[in-house]
């Protein structure tokens, strides 16, 4: 499970587990508030439970969309840095031509121009991160980089993964990748607003009415008592 989540699985295993210690009361726990009768507090806590159940078996689908989509574009990298390299031995291609190919390289791979001066060699190449490195922008950037590849006279790389009909395949695979990350996202993020709206949210959210049935239990057991202690150890939190 996602660290994210266990803080709202606490709040809910931690709510069945006041149940229980409500219910080893019997007629004791008596509030005059019917928001804190145990039968309400249960149907709290199993519809918490039931909408994070739906969070879970959401997260899979959209943590393996994720994986795949970066998967996919780990490669991507380096494959410019060869492009550029065939890019440069097309018979015809003039450096403005290349320049215009390492703009778009830059924004592939998310780095900037370095014009400032550096002492260290080792130190010319400095990658610093920019604002277009989202999957998006990558991929529009791939496409830009196959139109200028399309529209150069006389590239026509013998070799296969160079060859502009697999670039644009790869942008086809790209654009798949990203539009299931967002078809995935949306399932979960429903699931994960609709638990914490029962959790957190509401008006009668969990976390607030079950401090308050603490509170409660507070007034009718004894300070000094071990139910006490045990209970007061028993932490609701808003997220």
Known sequence: MSKNETGHVKNIANANLLCTHIAELGAKYNPSNPKLLLTNLQNMCNTAFAHQETVNNSIAPYSLAVDNREKL????????????????????????QLE????IARKLK???????AVTDPQQENIKISISQMSYDQ????????????????????????????TLQQEKVQMLQA?????????????????RN???????????????????????ILDGSSLQYKTISKIKFKKA
């Open 100 to 103: 215009d190919f390492m703009t």
């Open 178 to 194: 990203t539009q299931t990350v967002a078809d995935s996202f949306i399932p979960l993020n429903t699931a994960r607003t609709v």
């Open 110 to 116: 998310g780095i900037k121009k370095n014009n400032s």
């Open 73 to 96: 574009f780990a490669p991507v990298s380096k494959k410019i840095t060869k492009l550029r390299k065939m890019y440069k031995t097309t018979e015809g291609v003039t450096m403005a």
């Open 197 to 219: 709206n029962t959790v957190y949210n509401s008006e009668d959210n969990l976390v607030d009415t079950f401090n308050k049935a603490k509170d409660y239990m507070f007034t």
């Open 138 to 165: 990558r991929t529009n950037n791939y496409e830009v980089l196959i139109s200028l590849l399309q529209n150069t006279t006389n590239y026509l790389p013998n070799e296969i993964e160079y060859q502009v009909s």
